[in-house]
């Protein structure tokens, strides 16, 4: 037999879809796959009963339905004061993943390279192999996740022809400051480089933090494709319902990358979705009072267990130092975790492409009742978990 393509053989199937499914074999709780447990809004489910009675039940226009992208510009508009052209400058996508796929193919030819942060979520190095590009890795420095701006300039000297930034950031819950960002915009102007931007986690962000979309700071909008999604801000995961906002020009070849990848996102669901892209600001308030206190909760909790770990800026992301436990192999203490202490977690190795094996990843999307499920079983971990000796 003829060889298979050797665009994958340097990575492995989803380290944080495995663990779900690690989780489900011993019973855990799953604080691994970064969903939440809770409902959507109720006005959002009801639009969808509706639509799925209603319709529409065909294909949608290739890029997205027109009133979907309406209320999308609105909405991006209220929130970043960016003015975005609905007809022209975005893409409706199936879900973020297929948005930042759709994104590194419109801006990267085989060959070319592309600077990813690390710790990064698993996707970004993918996307790039599958585009035919080389990553290149710029260390976020623990215990702050700052970056050195040497480091990422030379990224650039390097070849590096587009930025991926994560913000707020997955795993680590950094929100990158106004000073850090506009330091990444001039680098990218010197360098004349492209910035794709993964703006999932927008709306959940902790005082005194402040989310900044790249695509305003000054000369950035024509040089950024930002790519969000509805499913973390309206716990939809499940809809896929992602998109890239852009220039005109990218957005035309962010069309044609999109149309032959999935043809379109689900028509009824974006119907459905409208709604909640109409919600007045007092959903959104209301969405980082609900974020803040689990966080404070899941935290208050890992500091009554004894578990080290971060706090994070945004996004609903912890690490939790486990070196107490002597595992040279993370991957291997979360599966214990998940048989022995009945917890999922991720190894923050899949994270990170420096060789780090000393954290994990927990999510705090969840019920308060789930959290302290989860928690009283890490209240037993130093019984529960056998040591390594070293």
């Known amino acids: 037999m003829r060889p298979l393509s050797d665009r994958t053989r340097n990575f492995t199937d989803s380290v944080i879809r495995r663990m779900t499914r690690i989780s489900n074999q011993y019973n855990a709780v799953n604080l691994s796959q970064g969903f939440p447990d809770f ?11 509706k639509a799925a009675q209603q319709g529409p039940h065909q294909y949608s226009i290739t890029w997205g339905a027109q009133n979907f992208r309406q209320a999308l510009a609105k909405k991006h508009h209220r929130f970043t004061g960016m003015e975005v052209d ?24 085989p060959g070319d390279k592309v600077a ?50 994560c913000n707020p950031s997955n795993p680590s819950g950094k929100v990158f400051t106004s000073e850090e960002l506009n330091l990444i915009a001039r680098l990218v102007e010197k360098y004349d480089a492209w910035v794709i931007t993964d703006e999932v986690y927008e709306h959940i962000v902790y005082a005194p933090y402040k989310h900044i979309s790249f695509a305003t700071l000054p000369g950035m909008k024509n040089r950024t494709l930002t790519c969000g999604s509805l499913s973390k801000t309206y ?47 007092s959903y959104y308030i209301d969405l980082q009072k609900k974020y803040t206190n689990l966080r404070n909760y899941f935290l208050s909790g ?68 789930t959290l302290s499920a989860a928690l009283e079983r890490l209240m037993t971990i130093r019984q529960t978990m056998p040591y390594k000796k070293k």
């Open 39 to 49: 409902d959507p809004p109720e006005e959002l489910t009801a639009a969808l009963a």
């Open 116 to 165: 990813v942060f690390s710790p990064f979520y698993e996707n970004y190095g993918a996307d790039a192999i599958l585009s035919g590009a080389e990553p290149v890795y710029v260390p976020l420095h623990l215990p702050d996740f700052n970056f050195d701006p040497e480091e990422l300039e030379n990224a650039f000297k390097k070849g590096a022809k587009a930025l991926i930034l």
């Open 235 to 281: 716990s939809i995961t499940g809809w896929r319902l992602g998109y890239v906002i852009a220039s005109s020009e990218v957005i035309e070849t962010a069309r044609k990358v999109h149309d032959f990848l999935t043809v379109g996102a689900a028509a009824p669901l974006q119907e459905a979705a409208v709604t909640a892209l109409e919600f007045d600001d």
């Open 86 to 109: 609905p007809e022209r400058e975005i893409v409706v996508t199936c879900g973020s993943t297929e948005a930042m796929m759709c994104a590194m193919m419109s801006v990267v030819n």
């Open 302 to 369: 890992l500091e009554k267990a004894g578990i080290p770990h971060t706090v994070p800026q945004g996004a609903y992301y912890i690490l939790a130092d486990i070196s107490e436990f002597g595992y040279d192999s993370d991957l291997e203490f979360c599966e214990l975790l998940a048989k022995h202490t009945g917890v999922g977690a991720v190894p923050g190795s899949s994270f990170f492409r420096e060789n780090v094996n000393h954290l994990i990843r927990f999510h705090f999307a969840k019920k308060e009742s």
